[in-house]
C-alpha cells in the first residue's frame, strides 16, 4: 500500500512543528530532511518527536559510515526510519574477492597469477576450459628476449558459466600485465566479455587476449 511522505527540508523547527499541526493527520510519514538535520541536528528529530509522539519520523541521514553507531544516535532522538547509501549498483560489487588478489614472484625470470589454479578447480570439481601460450608468440615479447625467450601464459575459465577463473604467467613482464588478469577476475568477466576488450598494440599483455580466445 502506498504511504505519503512529507520532506521537510527548508524549513525551521518552529515551521515544521506548525505545518505537521495543519496537515500532520494526511501524511503517513514526515520526513526530516537532510538540509534540515544539518542545520538543526537531532534535536529537529527529538523535537519533532516530542510534539508529535506518534508520528512515523524518517530521519534522511544518508549514512555512508559508522553505520551502527549513527543508526543508534537518530533511533534514540525519536526517528522510526533512516535512510542510507549504498554506493554499489550490485550487491556483488561490495564483495571481497580474494581470489582477484594478484600474487608475483620476481626474479632473474618472473612469475604471477591470480585467481585459481587448474588443480584447485579439480579440487572443488569445477569443470574448465584452458588454454596456454608461449610467450613467444607476442612479437613484442620476441623483439626483446629474442627466439632464446622463455615463458609462458595459461587461462582457465569455467566451463558452465565461462566465467574467466585464473591468469598465471611465468616469464619477463608478468608481474606487469598480471593485473589485467586481476580485474577480469574482479568484475566476474566470461570468455566473451573478455574477447571485447581492446588490448594495446603491441604489448606482452595481449598474451592474456591470446589466450582467451584459445579457449575452447
Known amino acids: 500500500m502506498a504511504k505519503l511522505q512529507l520532506a521537510l527540508d527548508l524549513t525551521t523547527i518552529e515551521e515544521a512543528t506548525e505545518i505537521l499541526r495543519n496537515i500532520g493527520d494526511l501524511i503517513d510519514i514526515a520526513e526530516i530532511g537532510t538540509p534540515f538535520i544539518i542545520e538543526e541536528g537531532m534535536n529537529a528529530v527529538r523535537r519533532i518527536r516530542a510534539a508529535f ?6 530521519a534522511d541521514l544518508k549514512i555512508m559510515d559508522a553505520g551502527e553507531r549513527e543508526t543508534e544516535i537518530a533511533i534514540n532522538a525519536g526517528a522510526d526510519i533512516i535512510t542510507v547509501l549504498d554506493g554499489s549498483t550490485s550487491p556483488s560489487q ?3 574477492r580474494y581470489d582477484a588478489i594478484p600474487w608475483v614472484v ?3 625470470t618472473e612469475a604471477a597469477g591470480v585467481g585459481i589454479t587448474e588443480q584447485e578447480a579439480a579440487a572443488k570439481n569445477i569443470a574448465i576450459l ?16 629474442t627466439i632464446m625467450g622463455q615463458g609462458a601464459v595459461k587461462v582457465i575459465a569455467d566451463a558452465n558459466s565461462r566465467r574467466i577463473l585464473g591468469i598465471h604467467a611465468v616469464g619477463a613482464y608478468a608481474s606487469e600485465f598480471i593485473w589485467g588478469g586481476a580485474a577480469l577476475i574482479e568484475k566476474e568477466f566470461t570468455i566473451e566479455d573478455a574477447r571485447r576488450l581492446i588490448f594495446p598494440h603491441p604489448t606482452v599483455c595481449e598474451l592474456i587476449r591470446d589466450a582467451i580466445w584459445a579457449l575452447e
Open 53 to 58: 509522539p506518534n508520528m512515523t519520523l524518517l
Open 106 to 108: 620476481y626474479g632473474i
Open 94 to 96: 561490495n564483495l571481497m
Open 130 to 145: 584452458k588454454a596456454s601460450l608461449p610467450m613467444r608468440v607476442s612479437g613484442r615479447f620476441l623483439a626483446e628476449n
